[in-house]
C-alpha cells in the first residue's frame, strides 16, 4: 500500500483523484488546500490529515519521513500557475509526483522539472487520461494500421461556464494559460498521440472562444474551442446539457461520449504499477499550448 498527499483538495478534478487513490486500495494521509470545507474527504479517507498552508504540509511530509513511514505520492490537483512550484516541493521532500493536466504552463518549465527529478531520483507522472479510452486506443490502432497517409480532422468543444469562471483563476490567461491550456490541452495531446507531431500552427481567433489550424504528421486539424452557452447546438441545450465534444476524421464523427468515468483511476493504476506518463509525453502539448499563448 502506497501513501499519498494531496495538494488542492478543493478543487473538482480532486475527487477523481481522491477515489482513484481509494480504487486501488491505497492511503491518503493528508491534504491540503487554501478553501477549508473538505467534507467531501468523509465519503473516503475520514481519517487523513488536512492542512491549509504548503508549510503545515512539508512538517508533515519531513515527520514522516524522520519517522520512517514516509509519503510515497504527492498528487498535484491546484491551479495550473502552481503546478511548477508543488512538483519542486514535493520532489524536494522525497515524494514520486502524479501532477494534473497541463503539467507546467511554460515550456522552460520542463527543463527545469527534468533536472528536479534527475537530482531527486524521483519520478513525475502526468495525467493524460484520454490515452487510456477505449475509443481513442482503438482510432490510434485504426490509423496505424491505415494505408492513408493523412487525414482531415475537425474538433469542436464548447463546455459554457458561469460569470464565475472569470473572476477565478481561470479566466486570467496567465495563471491557466488560457482556454487552450486549461480546456483543449486533452484533445491536443490526444490528437498529436494519434496524428504526430506539431508541423504548423495557426491561431484565428483568441479570447474565450478559440479557434486554429493545426498541421500535424499525418493530419491537418481545424479546431474551435468556446466557453460561450451560445455555440452550444441548438439538439444539446433542448437537452438540458452545457457541454458538446465532436471529432471528426475525414467526415466521420468518433464516439468517445461515454468511458470517462474510470479513466483516472486506469492512470493511477498503470502508474503503480511501473508505467504512467512523464514528462516527455506531457512535451508536445505543453509545447503547444504554449505557442498559442
Known amino acids: 500500500m502506497k501513501r499519498f498527499a494531496l495538494i488542492g483538495a478543493a478543487g473538482f478534478v480532486a475527487e477523481r483523484h481522491i477515489r482513484a487513490i481509494k480504487e486501488t486500495g491505497n492511503e491518503l494521509v493528508c491534504a491540503m488546500d487554501v478553501f477549508d470545507v473538505m467534507g467531501r474527504m468523509d465519503a473516503y479517507f475520514p481519517e487523513a490529515e488536512f492542512f491549509t498552508s504548503e508549510a503545515e504540509l512539508v512538517r ?41 493536466k497541463p503539467l507546467v504552463l511554460d515550456t522552460a518549465d520542463l527543463k527545469k522539472i527534468e533536472k528536479l527529478e534527475a537530482e531527486s531520483g524521483k519520478k513525475v507522472y502526468t495525467v493524460l487520461q484520454l490515452r487510456y479510452h477505449p475509443a481513442i486506443i482503438k482510432l490510434k490502432q485504426e490509423i496505424e494500421k491505415s494505408d492513408k497517409d493523412f487525414f482531415q480532422v475537425d474538433l469542436k468543444y464548447i463546455t459554457s461556464r458561469g460569470k464565475w469562471y472569470w473572476k477565478s483563476w481561470k479566466g486570467d490567461s496567465q495563471k491557466s494559460g488560457g482556454i487552450a491550456a486549461n480546456i483543449g490541452i486533452h484533445f491536443f495531446d490526444m490528437l498529436t498521440w494519434i496524428f504526430g507531431g506539431v508541423i504548423s500552427n495557426t491561431v484565428e481567433k483568441h479570447g474565450q472562444k478559440m479557434s486554429g489550424i493545426l498541421e500535424l504528421e499525418k493530419a491537418k486539424v481545424s479546431w474551435f474551442l468556446s466557453l460561450d452557452v451560445n455555440d452550444l447546438p441548438e439538439l444539446v441545450t433542448n437537452e438540458g446539457k452545457r457541454t458538446f465534444r465532436s471529432i471528426k476524421i475525414d467526415g466521420n464523427e468518433l464516439e468517445f461520449s461515454e468511458g470517462f468515468t474510470d479513466l483516472h483511476t486506469e492512470t493511477y493504476r498503470q502508474i503503480l504499477v511501473g508505467n504512467g506518463f512523464g514528462i516527455d509525453d506531457a512535451r508536445e502539448s505543453i509545447e503547444l499550448t504554449d505557442q498559442i499563448r
Not at 508533515?60 to 524522520?66: A, D, G, H, T, V
Not at 510515497?72 to 514535493?90: A, M, R, T
Open 60 to 100: 508533515f511530509l519531513q515527520k514522516c519521513k524522520k519517522e520512517g513511514n514516509p509519503v510515497n505520492f504527492v498528487s498535484i490537483c491546484s491551479p495550473n500557475y502552481l503546478h511548477f512550484k508543488h512538483i519542486e516541493l514535493s520532489l524536494k521532500n522525497g515524494c514520486d509526483v502524479i501532477c494534473e
